[in-house]
Nanobody, 120 residues
């Protein structure tokens, strides 16, 4: 059974920092690209950051570039999202996602969301 178990999140003041972690089990973690999405109230889910399985290349949404950092530790089967200089508009439910293409088919798994609230 595949599980993506998150930790982190919560309430932080504007300008503060949080780190989200997502620990995977039931998959060969190193074979999967890992992604963080978020969904704010009344908005569609958006891709925040991604890191590839090979080489660890990263991509970010323009709205978080320079503030968020995605990283992975394959030995711990864990992906992280370090969020600095948080803004009220970063408030959302954050989801981690494990993704790969295999024989032309998409395989992905989702963790349960974790709430991030940025407010004074």
């Amino acid at each position: 059974q595949v599980q993506l178990v998150k930790s982190g999140g919560g309430l932080v003041q504007p300008g503060g920092s949080l780190r989200l972690s997502c620990a995977a089990s039931g998959i060969t973690f190193s074979n999967y690209d890992m992604r963080w999405f978020r969904q704010a109230p009344g908005k569609e889910r958006e891709l925040v950051a991604a890191i590839t399985s090979v080489g660890g290349s990263t991509t970010y949404a323009d709205s978080v570039k320079g503030r968020f950092t995605i990283s992975r530790d394959n030995a711990k089967n864990t992906v992280y999202l370090q969020m600095n200089s948080l803004k009220p508009e970063d408030r959302a439910v954050y989801y981690c996602n494990a993704f790969r293409l295999r024989f032309g088919a998409t395989i992905d798994f989702w963790g349960q969301g974790t709430q991030v609230t940025v407010s004074s």
